[in-house]
């Protein structure tokens, strides 16, 4: 067995046992999938700033951080005390309030181009909700997603997600699912306008996120030559900012690259650590989901997190959060930007430093690292880092070694949060340097 591995296995044996245990009562041992990784996930007990605690007392420096969502650190001061307060009135009353009013009026005037917005309670629903809008608003069956875009798990957007790419990334789904759910592919140009093209009068919308999961950036005018496109072919732009929004800015994705989507698509960040979605924009579009607009049965649009959407301690830990966000959005944005570019910076010269051909991809707060053949092959979408790079060498050899040495990572990478000190990211890079010499050449 190789040294890494076997490190692991010396270090969380508390884990490997809470795996099996788990593995009797949750397929794989975990409820979400890319929780799961070989040999066994690391089972924690604690989470507090930017640190994690596993069920063994180790500590690590957590780089996931709840999926993306903490952007301040785990459980920040101000917005637990906002819930104790708050939590006294209700957890969740699923009855409308002056708290839903305030937060959407919020979101209204912060988001570019939210002139309305439902809440649900996750991303997935989101995006699936943003779809059905458009398939109604358009009356056309088409959308478009970018091969390797993941948006959460419902059933027309579960389709290529990573390689092989083209195909439904689950059993279960209805077989003509790809008739409908067509494919472009990040940063190709000509390939992805000829699509939007092709599938013209049929397509409903596009939807697609401004980095996507290993956040690779947009080569300058990919984005806006989509949305230009989108808008010819007469369907509807939805930007998927449920990792972006509220990270790269307080106006997300859309303020840094002076887009305007007709639908916008929100969660992680937005819910202040609690579960919370949203789909916002063009008002014309929205109100198919009115329902007194007096439309006959099956011509409205149905859309809403159901039984929870709205829950009170999500209202109460989201609203705290913009606000915050809000008020000190110039301390906070320029420094995660400059955590961000130390971190890539200091990964990509672990590794060069030592010959061994390293990209570490990102925007913002967002890293990601990959380990190509040479440093001069060209990586500008997903389809190319799961083709042309050692996947294997990330997920395990890299990942594995970074947990020795007290980081968890996902993908390479993760997002740096205001919680990370200059003093977490010294000991990143420590610890990502002593990877890079462990590194078999
Ligand atoms: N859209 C994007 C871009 C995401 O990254 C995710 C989740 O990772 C989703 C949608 C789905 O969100 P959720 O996990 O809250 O359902």
């Given at each position: 067995?190789?040294?890494?591995?076997?490190?692991?296995?010396?270090?969380?044996?508390?884990?490997?046992?809470?795996?099996?245990?788990?593995?009797?009562?949750?397929?794989?041992?975990?409820?979400h999938n890319p929780r799961f990784f070989e040999p066994y996930p690391l089972y924690i007990k604690a989470a507090a700033g930017s640190k994690i605690q596993d069920v063994d007392g180790n500590e690590y420096i957590d780089l996931w951080m709840g999926h993306y969502a903490h952007i301040l650190g785990?459980?920040?001061?101000?917005?637990?005390?906002?819930?104790?307060?708050?939590?006294?009135?209700?957890?969740?009353?699923?009855?409308?309030?002056?708290?839903?009013?305030?937060?959407?009026?919020?979101?209204?005037?912060?988001?570019?181009?939210?002139?309305?917005?439902?809440?649900?309670?996750?991303?997935?629903?989101?995006?699936?909700?943003?779809?059905?809008?458009?398939?109604?608003?358009?009356?056309?069956?088409?959308?478009?997603?970018?091969?390797?875009?993941?948006?959460?798990?419902?059933?027309?957007?579960?389709?290529?997600?990573?390689?092989?790419?083209?195909?439904?990334?689950?059993?279960?789904?209805?077989?003509?699912?790809?008739?409908?759910?067509?494919?472009?592919?990040?940063?190709?140009?000509?390939?992805?306008?000829?699509?939007?093209?092709?599938?013209?009068?049929?397509?409903?919308?596009?939807?697609?996120?401004?980095?996507?999961?290993?956040?690779?950036?947009?080569?300058?005018?990919?984005?806006?030559?989509?949305?230009?496109?989108?808008?010819?072919?007469?369907?509807?732009?939805?930007?998927?900012?449920?990792?972006?929004?509220?990270?790269?800015?307080?106006?997300?994705?859309?303020?840094?690259?002076?887009?305007?989507?007709?639908?916008?698509?929100?969660?992680?960040?937005?819910?202040?650590?609690?579960?919370?979605?949203i789909v916002a924009g063009r008002k014309d579009i929205m109100d198919l989901a009115n329902p007194s607009s007096g439309r006959s049965k099956g011509q409205g649009v149905v859309i809403g997190g159901g039984t929870f959407s709205g829950l009170i301690a999500a209202m109460i830990t989201g609203r705290?959060?913009?606000?915050?966000?809000?008020?000190?959005?110039?301390?906070?944005?320029?420094?995660?930007?400059?955590?961000?570019?130390?971190?890539?910076?200091?990964?990509?010269?672990?590794?060069?430093?030592?010959?061994?051909?390293?990209?570490?991809?990102?925007?913002?707060?967002?890293?990601?690292?990959?380990?190509?053949?040479?440093?001069?092959?060209?990586?500008?979408?997903?389809?190319?880092?799961?083709?042309?790079?050692?996947?294997?060498?990330?997920?395990?050899?890299?990942?594995?070694?970074?947990?020795?040495?007290?980081?968890?990572?996902?993908?390479?990478?993760?997002?740096?949060?205001?919680?990370?000190?200059?003093?977490?990211?010294?000991?990143?890079?420590?610890?990502?340097?002593?990877?890079?010499?462990?590194?078999?050449?």
């Amino acid at each position: 067995m190789e040294q890494y591995l076997s490190n692991y296995l010396a270090k969380t044996p508390g884990s490997a046992r809470l795996y099996q245990r788990a593995l009797k009562v949750m397929p794989g041992g975990i409820s979400h999938n890319p929780r799961f990784f070989e040999p066994y996930p690391l089972y924690i007990k604690a989470a507090a700033g930017s640190k994690i605690q596993d069920v063994d007392g180790n500590e690590y420096i957590d780089l996931w951080m709840g999926h993306y969502a903490h952007i301040l650190g785990y459980q920040p001061e101000f917005i637990v005390e906002a819930l104790k307060n708050g939590i006294t009135k209700g957890t969740h009353w699923g009855i409308v309030n002056e708290l839903h009013v305030e937060f959407a009026e919020d979101i209204c005037r912060i988001v570019p181009g939210a002139e309305q917005m439902r809440f649900g309670v996750s991303g997935t629903e989101a995006t699936m909700y943003a779809i059905r809008l458009a398939r109604a608003y358009t009356g056309r069956p088409v959308i478009i997603k970018v091969r390797g875009g993941w948006h959460g798990a419902s059933t027309d957007l579960l389709f290529a997600v990573r390689a092989p790419m083209d195909v439904a990334e689950s059993a279960g789904l209805p077989p003509d699912m790809p008739d409908y759910t067509k494919t472009i592919s990040f940063n190709d140009f000509s390939q992805a306008i000829d699509e939007i093209k092709r599938q013209g009068t049929k397509l409903a919308a596009v939807i697609i996120e401004a980095v996507g999961q290993y956040f690779i950036p947009p080569e300058p005018g990919f984005l806006e030559a989509i949305q230009e496109e989108t808008r010819k072919a007469g369907a509807l732009f939805i930007l998927d900012e449920v990792i972006t929004g509220f990270r790269l800015g307080l106006t997300g994705a859309q303020g840094r690259f002076g887009l305007r989507a007709d639908l916008v698509t929100m969660g992680k960040v937005l819910g202040g650590g609690m579960p919370l979605g949203i789909v916002a924009g063009r008002k014309d579009i929205m109100d198919l989901a009115n329902p007194s607009s007096g439309r006959s049965k099956g011509q409205g649009v149905v859309i809403g997190g159901g039984t929870f959407s709205g829950l009170i301690a999500a209202m109460i830990t989201g609203r705290t959060m913009l606000h915050f966000l809000e008020i000190n959005q110039d301390e906070i944005y320029p420094a995660l930007e400059d955590k961000g570019r130390r971190v890539r910076a200091g990964v990509e010269k672990a590794f060069r430093s030592r010959n061994i051909p390293v990209k570490c991809f990102g925007i913002g707060s967002l890293f990601n690292t990959c380990f190509p053949k040479s440093d001069d092959d060209v990586l500008k979408n997903i389809e190319d880092v799961d083709l042309k790079t050692d996947i294997d060498a990330r997920d395990r050899r890299f990942r594995i070694s970074l947990l020795n040495h007290g980081v968890y990572t996902k993908y390479g990478g993760g997002a740096v949060s205001f919680a990370h000190s200059d003093e977490d990211i010294e000991r990143l890079l420590a610890a990502v340097d002593r990877v890079a010499e462990e590194w078999p050449t």
